[in-house]
């Protein structure tokens, strides 16, 4: 492994990202690590050193991450490794959720890593190397679950965008992949990392059977380990020819498969109709 590789790590303070700091730290990676409130970064895992940045960036301010991300080539000369993981649940349905809740979900979950990527992609493009991890959700992939439409849209944009990026990066060798994970057993769903329509509609059963499951069944008892996720990533980073597409979890497998199958079969039995549209 490279150990010299200079690792950002978005939404650092807590959950995936903050495992994922502390093990490349203990790996002897360099990074830099942003949060919110750079306090608990400092909390977490300690004050600026020639291996560790703690950075305070607000995702949503496009020149606020311009800064960070300068910061961090400042300090450590290069980038190597971007890990856009900083993001929050949002639970409601469509008819529930006012614009004001879905654009903020959307400004941090999607337009939040294209500040990013828009900042961090020139460096990377211009050493010629490179990799973009963007954390989705197997939710950005199916969509299927109840009073998460809009959370997993956000999810499907970073997924789709991803997409993209991997084709547009290839010229400058430098990877690109989506991740899918499935439940980790991390704060995602407390904390102030998941939050609930202001305004929720009792007649839709099926979305709060739904949240009522995610928050309080769900939480604390997910099936999957963060500190294996996050050795994942760094295995996978060092691949000659890493996947576009990463799935992480028993769970997110499951999930997929099911889709995929559901898509097959659809698209079996409309086939004739499907493709009468030649003139």
């Not at 709060?208 to 997910?222: K, M, V």
């Not at 760094?234 to 997929?256: R, W």
Request: charged share 20%; aromatic share 10%.
């Amino acid at each position: 492994m490279n150990t010299k590789k200079v690792w950002l790590v978005t939404g650092a303070s807590k959950g995936l990202g903050l495992t994922l700091v502390k093990k490349l730290l203990f790996n002897g990676y360099r990074v830099a690590a942003t949060s919110r409130y750079v306090q608990l970064l400092t909390d977490e895992v300690g004050s600026k050193s020639e291996w560790f940045l703690p950075l305070e960036m607000n995702l949503v301010d496009s020149e606020n991450v311009k800064e960070a991300v300068a910061k961090c080539v400042a300090h450590f000369g290069q980038i190597d490794v971007v890990v856009n993981n900083a993001g929050f649940g949002l639970i409601g349905t469509l008819e529930e959720l006012s614009d004001a809740e879905v654009k903020t979900n959307f400004d941090v979950n999607v337009f939040g890593s294209l500040n990013v990527i828009r900042h961090a992609a020139p460096y990377l493009r211009q050493q010629k190397s490179g990799y973009i991890f963007n954390i989705a959700s197997v939710g950005g992939y199916s969509g299927g679950f109840p009073g998460f439409g809009i959370y997993c849209a956000t999810k499907f944009a970073v997924a789709g965008f991803t997409e993209g990026l991997a084709e547009e990066m290839k010229d400058f060798a430098v990877h690109v992949s989506v991740v899918y994970p499935g439940y980790f057993r991390t704060d995602f769903l407390t904390g102030g990392s998941a939050k609930t329509a202001s305004n929720p509609i009792a007649d839709y059963k099926s979305a709060r059977a739904s949240e009522q499951a995610h928050l309080n069944d769900i939480n604390g008892n997910q099936p999957n380990d963060p500190e294996k996720a996050a050795e994942i990533l760094i295995e996978i980073s060092e691949l000659q020819n890493p996947p576009v597409h990463l799935f992480l979890g028993k769970d997110a497998y499951t999930v997929a498969e099911q889709k995929i199958a559901a898509i097959q079969q659809t698209m079996a039995e409309y086939y004739d109709i499907g493709t009468s549209t030649a003139l």
